[in-house]
């Protein structure tokens, strides 16, 4: 059975930054894509970066430049590294499978709160 498990949210001034981790297990990790999602209060989940299982990174327009996404496939872990974070940011965050493949049950996420 698959399970995520994500931490590393919370408050922060805008400006600041936040390291998100993702532990997986019940996978195979390393053959996997793995993405970070993201839902806003009344908005569709989104996706926020993906990093393949040869470690090619792409992101969403929104957080270019800001974020990075890493893997670990010894620990089967995933991060997202965000810097400059923007109000706009604020949202529970999700690592899952990356698009496109079915998604696995989903984690409870991680909120992140942008505010001043």
């Known amino acids: 059975q698959v399970q995520l498990v994500e931490s590393g949210g919370g408050l922060v001034q805008p400006g600041g930054s936040l390291r998100l981790s993702c532990a997986a297990s019940?996978?195979?990790?390393?053959?996997?894509?793995m993405g970070w999602y993201r839902q806003a209060p009344e908005k569709q989940r989104e996706l926020v970066a993906v990093?393949?299982?040869?470690?090619?990174?792409n992101y969403a327009d929104p957080v270019k430049g800001r974020f990075t996404i890493s893997r670990d496939n010894a620990k089967k872990t995933v991060n997202l590294q965000m810097n400059s974070l923007k109000p706009e940011d604020t949202a529970v965050y999700y690592c899952?499978?990356?698009?496109?493949?079915?998604?696995?049950?989903w984690g409870q996420g991680t909120q992140v709160t942008v505010s001043s």
């Open positions: 990093i393949t299982s040869g470690g090619i990174a």
């Open positions: 019940g996978i195979t990790f390393s053959m996997h894509s």
């Open positions: 899952n499978r990356g698009p496109g493949a079915g998604f696995w049950s």
